[in-house]
């Protein structure tokens, strides 16, 4: 898989993740949630991604445009 694949995948998975625990555990799981929604917001207006800065260090490769 590609880095932006992996980006999706990831944030994807945390935000089902949080979902199911705030339904399961305690509804301050949507907190974590809105983390990941304005994580992703950021990004989109700065074009600076923390996660992609770490799967790239791990060694995933960049897709081609």
């Known amino acids: 898989m ?3 694949q992996w980006i999706r995948l ?3 998975t945390l935000i089902l993740l949080s979902l199911a625990l705030s339904q399961i555990h305690s509804v301050y ?5 809105a983390f990941v929604g304005a994580n ?4 989109a207006l700065t074009k600076w991604c923390l996660m992609e800065d770490m799967l790239r260090k791990l060694g995933v490769r960049e897709g081609r445009a």
């Open 2 to 4: 590609m880095l932006e």
């Open 10 to 12: 990831i944030a994807g």
């Open 29 to 33: 799981w949507l907190w974590f949630t």
């Open 40 to 43: 992703l917001f950021q990004s």
